[in-house]
């Protein structure tokens, strides 16, 4: 079963690039922190509740202490890296503190690379999750795909964080399988045409460039694939490619004409 349909792609990619450039610039670029939390006003809904138990713990771990200097002050103060560093991107951790969640942060030593603040980032990532969200619901395919719900957390004002960084990113954490497993997952018989369908139909609607390595789309032990990666959205076209050499044979013939109807109707 293949899901056909026909997208004005250069109309969508200025559309979402239009909205970002306004979401983004609108974002004050002065010193994100708990004091300053007032003139947020585009970003209030996506902060972590003050009620919230985890903004509690948080809030006590960041005013003790800078935990992200470095590396060592990371792990100090009872970080566990998932993901290290690469570069301009994230690290992932967890902390046996805070159970069900994981963290995306940058070091102060590290060099983002971008324009962007890492709020802004933070930002990006959740407004891309969001419209997974809502095709999944729309579509009703929650038994195929999820999307983790995240929450910018930022310093309280008084934290000993003197640095240029405000916030990290506190995400649902989604059970997914280690590199190895997801791989396997991805070769296996849980893909078949109608999921690559599925999953092509999201992609392309939102323009998720970055979506098609397992490791941004992978597979969890309930059996669904989670979208874990969200920040690029809205950009055209797709790497499509990059899926193929992690599928079967069968699959991934089936993925390229996916791939190939979809092309014919690209306009770039």
Known sequence: MTYCYVLDLHQLSMHYKIITIFIL???????????????????????????????????T?????????????????????????K????????HPLFKGVIFKLYLEVQNIGKQLTETQMWLKRILGANKVRKII???NWNDKFKVPKKWI?????NSENSGNRRSILVEEEMDIFDDQGNKKMWKGDSVDQELLAMLH???????????TKPGNIAFCRDGRI??????????????????SNFLSSPMDVCWKEIIKNSKHQLKI
Request: charge should be negative; include cysteine.
């Open 61 to 85: 771990l960041f005013l003790e202490e800078s935990p992200i200097e470095n590396i060592s002050t990371l792990r100090k103060a009872g970080f566990q890296l998932i993901i290290p560093s």
């Open 153 to 157: 957390y930022l310093f309280p004002h």
């Open 226 to 243: 989670a979208f874990v990666d969200t920040q690029t959205w809205g950009e055209w076209p797709v790497s499509y490619h990059r899926l």
């Open 25 to 59: 610039l609108t974002l004050p670029l002065v010193s994100l922190n708990a004091s300053a939390s007032h003139s947020l006003k585009g970003i209030e809904v996506y902060l972590l509740p003050e009620e919230n138990p985890i903004k509690m713990q948080l809030d």
């Open 87 to 94: 570069k301009t991107h994230p690290i992932i951790a967890r």
């Open 201 to 211: 139909f999201i992609l392309e609607e939102i323009g998720l460039r970055d979506c």
């Open 137 to 139: 619901d729309q579509k």
